[in-house]
């Protein structure tokens, strides 16, 4: 299996700030990465696929960068909706994996 | 609006059995391939398995630690997937969620989940 590695775990930032958040798989994904976020009790909500491709009604502050095997999500400046745990996520070849996820909280 | 919402969790045995279900709205269903993915308390994501579409004959796939216990369905008439769950163990204890995948693989939407407990 692909594994995904995401960093950190744990990210502190105040609101305004730019964010980047980066996954690394153990081989080459090309472009086969997407990216969610889920807020505590909720069911996560895709916000990237392919990579750096924008899903409808994302907010245009989240963007997505990488290929190969180095990939980061970056939110251009944080807002108080965006505190929530971030998941990168392979889908190159079975079985699909995702990172270990990064969560955002206030500084 | 695509909806999907899962029913079915509750507290088992180990060794035991249940079946969850994933009514699904808003979208032609049988166009698309729908995934099980769950999340362990305070754990992050783990796929489960996937049902492909009708034109894809149906076809599944699964993750090695539930290959040979659970089983993935679907009922294209009651716009439902469903996935059955046998020999349970402590370790599938998790929130269950139900997702809509795009044909190349990722997900594109969720349901609110369902708890499946496993204790004695």
């Known amino acids: 299996d692909i594994q995904m590695n995401q960093s950190p775990s744990t990210l502190s930032a105040s609101v305004g700030d730019r964010v980047t958040i980066t996954c690394r798989a153990s081989q080459s994904i090309s472009s086969w990465l997407a990216w969610h976020q889920q807020k505590p009790g909720k069911a996560p909500k895709l916000l990237i696929y392919k990579a750096s491709s924008l899903e409808s009604g994302v907010p245009s502050r989240f963007s997505g960068s990488g290929s190969g095997t180095e990939f980061t999500l970056t939110i251009s400046s944080l807002q108080p909706d965006d505190f929530a745990t971030y998941y990168c996520q392979q889908y190159k070849s079975y079985a699909l994996t995702f990172g270990g996820g990064t969560r955002v909280e206030i500084k | 609006e695509v909806q999907l919402v899962e029913s079915g969790g509750d507290l088992v045995q180990p060794g035991g059995s249940l079946r969850l279900s994933c009514a699904a709205s808003?979208?032609?269903?049988?166009?698309?391939?729908m995934d099980w993915v769950r999340q362990a308390p305070g754990k992050g994501l783990e796929w489960v398995g996937r049902?492909?579409?009708?034109?894809?004959?149906?076809?599944?796939e699964y993750a090695a630690s539930v290959k040979g216990r659970f089983t993935i369905s679907r009922d294209d008439l009651r716009n439902s997937v469903y996935l059955q769950m046998n020999s349970l163990k402590t370790e599938d204890t998790a929130v269950y969620y139900c997702a809509r995948a795009d044909s190349s693989g990722y997900f594109e939407y969720w349901g609110q989940g369902t708890l499946v407990t496993v204790s004695s």
């Open positions: 808003g979208f032609t269903f049988s166009d698309h391939y």
């Open positions: 049902s492909r579409n009708k034109a894809n004959s149906y076809t599944t």
